[in-house]
């Protein structure tokens, strides 16, 4: 490992995850291979990857035919599928959990995103799969939407390790960070153990640049003044990295005050940011940027396949994610000036994150109707 770029992030503090979930990864070996070559120590997954996995693969038909057979609905099948995946990808991390003292070693799984708007069913559908899974090591995807924000907490209070996910903005990720404290506090409260629960907040990254170099580009298209138009195409590809950057401040604040450092005392872990969506998807920039940027301790990346196998390549390892902290407040602040809101992108961004997990949650349903269909029909 000594001279392999993914397993020294771990040494700086920071975790890698895998952003990816399909059948295959545990039965040729894969995933057993990644924890053993790169210090990988967790995994993610959402229905957009379980989509692109059962749909587009053989991997599943057995599954499919024996579910079938036993007269399965299409929610029973999801379920089995997906209980069997993860579960399997949770053992194989197990011993990472036990080595780091349930301090990593995570997988993640997701509450249906047709809840994304429904606090109770959200609240429910999290305890169930919790208990459905039964591993220390698993985490339960809610997204911070409005709605999502109390059922952290009251899954946090649950006793439930919650990823939160979708995170773009600032004030989000400080109700993210209360609801996970407020969260620990109820149970404190109730004498109830918090030594074992475990959380992260992934804020999303790339898709903010996507989304913001449009809107610088459609500015510019308006715009004469040549210094204005150089200092505005100055931004672009910056805005994502520099709001992580200052997300991470406010990490550093909140888990640094008088209020954690009484939950710490009772037993409590810091709830990791988690940078997420940190493939590069324009081309014009590095293929590692959102890696080799957002580098610091006590965080996570969770990485998809290709930017993974890209960084183990020539990824460049240093301590970034407190540099030029300054900086990126400028950046976040000219931006505000030269008249694009920020916070207008990121609620747009969590409209569409929902939206799109939500088709291929409903895509992914269907294909399993479909394929159960055909198997009845033999």
């Keep these: 490992m000594a001279d392999n770029p993914l397993a020294q992030l771990a040494k700086v503090g920071q975790s890698v995850w895998y952003d990816q979930m399909e059948r295959s990864l545990i039965t040729t070996g894969k995933l057993r291979q990644l924890i053993e070559r790169d210090d990988l120590r967790g995994l993610t997954s959402n229905p957009t990857i379980f989509e692109k996995a059962i749909g587009g693969s053989s991997d599943y038909n057995d599954s499919l035919r024996k579910l079938s ?9 999801y379920e089995a599928l997906v209980v069997e995946d993860l579960g399997n990808a949770a053992d194989l991390f197990r011993p990472v959990y036990d080595k780091h003292s349930g301090g990593d070693g995570f997988v993640s799984l997701e509450v249906s995103p047709t809840l994304a708007n429904d606090t109770a069913g959200t609240t429910t559908d999290a305890k169930r799969f919790w208990d459905l899974m039964n591993r220390p090591n698993m985490m339960i995807k809610i997204p911070a939407t409005a709605e999502g924000i109390p059922a952290i907490e009251a899954s946090i209070a649950a006793g ?14 400080e109700q993210v960070i209360n609801a996970y ?29 996507a989304l913001i170099d449009k809107r610088i580009d459609e500015k510019l298209g308006g715009m004469t003044d040549e210094e204005k138009k150089g200092d505005l195409q100055s931004l672009k590809g910056k805005v994502a990295i ?137």
Excluded: C
């Excluded at 439930?160 to 990720?173: A, C, G, K, P, W």
């Excluded at 291929?360 to 269909?373: C, E, G, K, N, V």
């Design 242 to 378: 520099a709001n992580a950057k200052v997300a991470y401040q406010l990490f550093k604040e909140h888990f640094s005050s008088e209020r954690f450092e009484k939950l710490r005392k009772a037993g409590a872990r810091v709830q990791r940011p988690l940078w997420a969506s940190t493939g590069t998807k324009s081309a014009e920039y590095s293929d590692v940027l959102y890696i080799e940027t957002l580098i610091g301790p006590d965080t996570v990346n969770t990485i998809p396949p290709k930017t993974y196998d890209a960084f183990r390549d020539h990824g460049h390892v240093a301590l970034t994610l407190e540099k030029d902290v300054d900086e990126a407040r400028s950046i976040l602040d000219r931006l505000a000036a030269a008249g694009i809101s920020l916070d207008e992108a990121t609620d747009k961004l969590t409209v569409d994150g929902v939206t799109s997990f939500a088709d291929s949650f409903t895509s992914l349903m269907q294909t399993i109707d479909t394929r159960r269909a055909a198997e009845v029909a033999r």
């Design 181 to 209: 404290l407020t969260g620990l506090e109820r149970r404190v409260a109730a004498n109830q153990a918090i030594d074992g629960i475990a959380s992260v907040a992934s804020f999303f990254v790339s898709r903010i640049d």
């Design 69 to 77: 057979d036993e007269n399965k609905s299409r929610d029973e099948i």
């Design 160 to 173: 439930v390790n919650i990823n939160i996910t979708l995170i773009f903005s600032q004030d989000v990720y």
